[in-house]
């Protein structure tokens, strides 16, 4: 697959080995990436570790983007997107069961 031979090249170079072990002892991480390497460096992680992976972008556009981008890595098959909702918990009117 392809997201394998780029994280051997990745893992080889060792520029992120202090930030993979951050993740991997547990603790947080902050890196700076430009956005079109993002989904990227989120299949990678997988690839490098596979475990369960929770991404924020800004709105359901960036949101469908990015899952696709990743999907793209990694196969849909290990990409889920949670849709937008249309209620608040904050709101008046009750959410949607099958939705939630």
């Known amino acids: 697959m392809l997201i394998d ?3 051997f090249a990745l893992e080889k170079s060792g520029c992120l080995d202090a930030f ?3 993740l991997d002892e547990g ?11 993002r989904p990227f460096l989120g299949a990678a992680r997988f690839a490098h570790k596979p475990q369960t992976t929770l991404v924020v972008v800004a709105g359901e556009d960036a949101a469908i983007a ?8 990694l196969g849909d098959e290990r990409v889920m997107r949670f849709p937008e909702r ?10 949607d069961p099958a939705q939630a």
């Open 5 to 7: 031979s780029l994280t």
């Open 20 to 22: 993979w072990g951050k």
């Open 27 to 37: 603790h947080d991480g902050t890196l700076g990436v430009a956005s079109s390497a």
């Open 66 to 73: 990015f899952a696709r981008q990743v999907a793209a890595y």
């Open 86 to 95: 249309a209620d608040y918990p904050w709101g008046g009117k009750p959410g």
